[in-house]
């Protein structure tokens, strides 16, 4: 069945540090693709998202290339602020009734 | 303002005292879904519901009900908890055009479940 793997955290990083968080994922046919962030206390929120191959998401400095062709979708941004620590899931969907979620990756960053 | 409600956000129970977590949203949606989420193993989904008087099963139903009695409520209840149960979960919801597939999910806030 479809799934989705993300690197392990939790990643510590130092405020403006160049941030990556690999996923690829497993799926038949074309899924959509995203990442969600959960801030501390709360509900996940759509940080961004691509619905087909070399689509790329991008969202509060954030951005993530759809690869086919290497099953991925790494989310990487140029120089991370503290406000960025949270828990960040890489997710695929490739129905009207299902999203299936990563593990997750706890990111801290440091002042 | 847009969004989903959860109720209680905590709780504390024991093994055996039926429980009911309520879910409401505000915009609309058809789709509804429920998910715990665990250390380590992400959200699971455990029931969703892509209209009122249509609901399926999601990866980890065992020891869940559901009910969508009305478009905007979507309640989780739990027979019997059991300890195993213990977990911080969700409440979801979407349009159905979009759906699960648009990305275009709304969460609720989260409940805390402690079954001792």
């Known amino acids: 069945g479809d799934s989705v793997t993300q690197m392990e955290g939790p990643v510590t990083l130092s405020e403006e540090a160049f941030l990556t968080i690999n996923c690829t994922y497993t799926a038949t046919g074309y899924p959509s693709l995203f990442w969600y962030v959960q801030y501390p206390g709360e509900g996940l929120q759509l940080l961004l998202k691509?619905?087909?191959?070399?689509d790329k998401g991008s969202n509060k400095g954030f951005e993530a290339t759809y690869r086919k062709e290497t099953t991925s979708f790494h989310l990487e941004k140029g120089s991370v602020q503290v406000s960025d620590s949270a828990v960040y899931f890489c997710a695929l969907s490739s129905s009207a009734s299902k999203i299936i979620f990563g593990s997750g990756t706890r990111l801290s960053i440091r002042p | 303002e847009a969004q989903v409600t959860q109720n209680p956000r905590y709780l504390i129970t024991v093994t055996g005292k039926k429980l009911t977590v309520t879910c409401s949203q505000n915009m609309n949606h058809e789709y509804m879904s429920w998910y715990r989420q665990d250390p380590g193993l992400g959200l699971r989904q455990i029931y969703y519901?892509?209209?009122?008087?249509?609901?399926d099963k999601g990866d980890v139903p065992e020891g869940y009900k559901v009910s969508r009695k009305e478009k905007r409520n979507f309640p989780l209840i739990l027979e019997s908890p059991s300890p195993n149960q213990t977990s911080l979960y969700f409440c979801?919801?979407?349009?159905?055009?979009?759906?699960?597939?648009?990305?275009?999910?709304?969460f609720g806030p989260g409940t805390r479940l402690t079954v001792l």
């Open positions: 691509a619905t087909k191959a070399d």
């Open positions: 979801a919801s979407s349009r159905l055009a979009g759906g699960p597939a648009a990305g275009e999910q709304f």
């Open positions: 519901s892509m209209n009122v008087e249509v609901t």
